[in-house]
């Protein structure tokens, strides 16, 4: 579950009038941190608590209070030498007996560990040329840090980062993950995340959970035993993925290969006479059927088992590609590489043809195929990857899987997932072929395509970690388990 930057405020407003302080919330969170100090650096010789202006600040307070209390050696630095802005923060400031110092007065050396508590859900506008400059050089002396909340400079909603920000080893966040903690590059300056529950009651998070969700197996529960013991191979989801010429067959065959072990009971690689020898020599289990233009798709799509469809991986570009697709605007399709590449273009085209109906066209870019479907919404930098994909499935009525090491999938209805299961070894040649495959077998079994999409990366993801650091799409291929 994730909850957006915006409705901590809202949480705690909620939490006070249900009887519950602001201050009982603040310093739970700062015992969260200053337990989560002791545990996992018993050999620092002090920490150092960076103090915000806000309740980050005051979060910051109540763990230097608590620490000092533990007697570790503990020096607090301040942003602000104003008083702090929120009454909660107030109470920690003054509650901590420990002086706090100008944060100019800070001179990092070896065995500190600093507590990164100067902004958090507030962060508002870019870090300070002062915070910046602390930044690199806490950096290069190799201070370990420990972030509250989130390590600032990291916007809560996107994970850009806001000038600079601060890199932890761990980071104690409040209630649930932000997206901004899953999405790059601000998951990888949270280091380890752990979530402290500070007493907020579960119905005021279940009332302010983002719609927008980690991808796991719960989204796609209700299909998850789609398959019946009396069932037969065309029950089991017929797809058809389009081959290219003779020179680029192996991405198709990638991705019916990934079908076929995916569950689809049947898979039919559809090429020009000219891919068939070698299509055929290389295939066993996946069929092969003839289809050079217009007229053979026409028949070959009276075939109505034919439960969805796999075009891109090496296709080609151009005027065929997007006739084939035009012929498929009322079948499940998945649509990647040169088959996006095709519509460079005139997008609207292949939106106008998917445009009514319950989606049923999962379009699957990298970022480069993506600015070429969605220039606009690509150059504009202000808004998080989940946003991008939200607004280009609403544009093409299409399910988007924008995919990159926090591959985010988005529906027209607004429904989003982050993925965060893919190692960094599945950044290989064919990947994405693969990814293909699973989306259009699964679409073929009876997923709904919103459903389909989630569930195909997450099992690329996973068959990526079983395959481990050496793997090529064959293995990956190989590895796949659903
Ligand atoms: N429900 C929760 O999750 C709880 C959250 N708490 C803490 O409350 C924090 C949010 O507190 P606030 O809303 O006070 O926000 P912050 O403490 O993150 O920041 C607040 C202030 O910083 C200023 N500011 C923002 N960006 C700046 C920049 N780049 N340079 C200089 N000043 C900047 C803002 O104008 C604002 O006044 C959370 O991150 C968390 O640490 C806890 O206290 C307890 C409960
Ligand atoms: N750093 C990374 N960590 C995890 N997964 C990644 C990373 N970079 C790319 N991927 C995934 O690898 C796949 C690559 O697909 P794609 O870019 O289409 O490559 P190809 O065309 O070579 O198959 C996608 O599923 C993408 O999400
Ligand atoms: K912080």
Redesign the pocket.
Known sequence: MLIEPEAVAKIDADCIRSGIPGYALMTAAGHAVAAAALRHYPEAERFVVLAGPGNNGGDGYVAARLLAESGADIRVFRLSMKPPMTEDASRAHAECPVEGLPLSMYCPRLGDVVIDALFGAGLARDLSPEVSDLISELERNRIPVLSVDIPSGICGRSGHIRGAAFRAERTVTFVALKPGQVLLPGREHCGEVEIAEIGVPRRLIEQYRSPTRINSPDIWLDYASAKTPSGHKYSHGSLGVFSGGATQTG?CR?AAEAGLRAGAGLVTIAGPSEALAANAAHLTAVMLRQVDGRAELDEWLQDRRLGAFVLG?GFGVGEKARDFVLALRDRNLVL??DGITSFRDDPERLFEAFSTGAPHLIL?P?DG?FGRLFPDVAASKEISKVERAQAAARRANAII?L?????VIAGPDGRCAI?SN???????????????GICGSLMAQGFAAFETACAA?WY??EA?NRAGKGLT?ESLVSHIDI
């Open positions: 991405a990638l991986p990647d590489a699957t990298h195929e899987i995919k990159g090491a926090d591959t993925n893919a190692p960094p070894w599945l950044a290989t040649a064919g990947s994405g072929d693969v990814l293909a990366v690329h993801g990526g799409a």
